[in-house]
């Protein structure tokens, strides 16, 4: 295993290697991150989801009806009841026809892109489209190229030179850039794929919850509903349990459910978790709270970061960069706020490209104005002790 050791020292060497924190508690505003209670800045639990008493006592019920395990694929005994009623509650949710449930958003991308393409059909990407994306279009037997990112000339341009050689065009995108919190120009890239007769595909992992009536997401924000082919959402994020989906017409689950890999041959999501998400989707239909909540205190920070003078890019959503470039200087960065008492994560290639290094500040319905000023004072702190500010 030298080689791996080896792999492993030059990352120590390029300082960019990182020790990971061990945390002991549910995810709050505040947590105890080895043994050290420290500020939470950097989970995707928008909502607060993830440690809620209802979601808790939902799981609860289902572990005592169910037990901890599906037992098998879907396709075989893993296709309990509950995996069903939760699929209808997220089609409900979403206004689409039909949901399909993986067990997380990476595999759901890996899974869906795969099985909707053949050698046939062409993919075309954006080039800040997430990682669970970019695989699973290289695991897809279509023809791929990627374009400029939200750059609608460029789409076109790929359109218009390559539409007549392929059966299917599939348009990929994220609905909210995950490192930079911009939105996709959905209703352009909806309008070119009706031009062009191309299918769209949209990952909505950060705006579900998050954006639209109720937190239905980036589809119904710009309300495209029923215009968009295939929709992905995760319940990890501001659902805050675990799993992927997607969203279409009836056909599309019934054809993914015999041919996407994941459901043949990987079990099903536990009954606990199904019980805890249908929890969750129930609380966003009833309540607008926890997302009005989470808007408040993201543009809360987000104003307080932009007046000390921090570059925070050009997010429209929660998600805050404070953008710093070099790889290094942000690792040293991040680690520096985590002694100093908050947990944000430094971000550097391969999740971003080279030099565009940031520290990603995730806030979420769970905190209050009286954290934030404790954060933001010692970000200030810190940054102007490492020459940032
Ligand atoms: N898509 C996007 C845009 C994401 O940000 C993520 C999570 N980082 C995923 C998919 C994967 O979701 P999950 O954590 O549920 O696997």
């Known amino acids: 295993m030298n080689f791996l050791e080896e792999k492993v020292n030059a990352l120590k060497e390029a300082g960019i290697y990182r020790e990971l924190p061990i945390n002991d508690t549910p995810i709050d505003a505040i947590i105890e991150l080895n043994g050290k209670k420290v500020i939470n800045l950097c989970s995707n639990n928008y909502l607060g989801f993830a440690n809620h008493k209802r979601l808790i006592e939902a799981s609860k019920k289902a572990l ?23 699929e209808e509650t997220i089609a409900k949710f979403k206004k689409e026809e039909a949901a399909l449930v993986y067990q997380s958003g990476f595999l759901c991308n890996l899974g869906v892109i795969q099985a909707v393409t ?13 990682a669970s994306i970019i695989d699973g279009v290289k695991l897809s037997k279509a023809d791929k190229a990627v374009y400029k990112h939200s750059n609608m000339a460029d789409l076109e341009r790929l359109l218009i030179e390559k539409r007549s050689q392929y059966e299917q065009v599939l348009i990929i995108t994220d609905g909210v850039f995950s490192m930079d919190g911009d939105l996709a120009k959905l209703p352009e890239i909806v309008k070119l794929a009706k031009q062009y ?38 319940l990890s994020k501001a659902i805050g349990v675990v799993g992927g989906y997607v969203c279409g017409s009836k056909a599309m689950k019934s054809y993914l459910l015999h041919r996407s890999r994941p459901h043949l041959f990987s079990t099903s999501m536990q009954p606990s978790a199904a019980a805890a998400i249908i929890e969750a989707f129930h609380m966003l239909e009833s309540s607008d709270e926890y997302t009005l ?41 991040s680690k520096q706020l985590l002694d100093n008492g908050v947990y944000v994560s430094g971000i550097i290639f391969p999740t971003v490209s080279k030099g565009k290094g940031r520290i990603r500040v995730m806030v979420s319905a769970l905190h209050d104005k009286d954290i934030l000023d404790r954060a933001v004072d010692i970000i200030e702190k810190t940054a102007k002790s490492m020459h940032i500010l």
Do not use: C
């Not at 599906?70 to 009623?85: L, P, Q, S, Y």
């Not at 919850?209 to 997401?217: K, S």
């Not at 307080?304 to 690792?331: A, R, Y």
């Open 64 to 86: 005592d009806q169910y037990g901890v395990g599906a037992g098998a694929v879907r396709t075989i005994v893993g296709n309990m009841r509950i995996h069903e009623a939760l």
């Open 118 to 130: 053949t050698e046939k059909d062409l993919i075309l990407s954006d080039e800040l489209n997430h």
């Open 197 to 234: 007769n191309a299918l769209t595909y949209v990952d909505d992992a950060h705006g579900s919850g998050v954006l639209g009536e109720h937190g239905r997401g980036t589809v119904d924000h710009f309300h495209l509903h029923g215009q968009v082919d295939f929709i992905i959402g995760t």
């Open 293 to 333: 909540k989470l808007w408040d205190n993201a543009r809360y920070l987000k104003s307080k970061l932009q007046q000390l003078g921090f570059d925070i890019g050009h997010s429209e959503t929660p998600i805050t960069p404070i953008m710093i470039g070099d790889e290094v200087k942000t690792m040293a960065f």
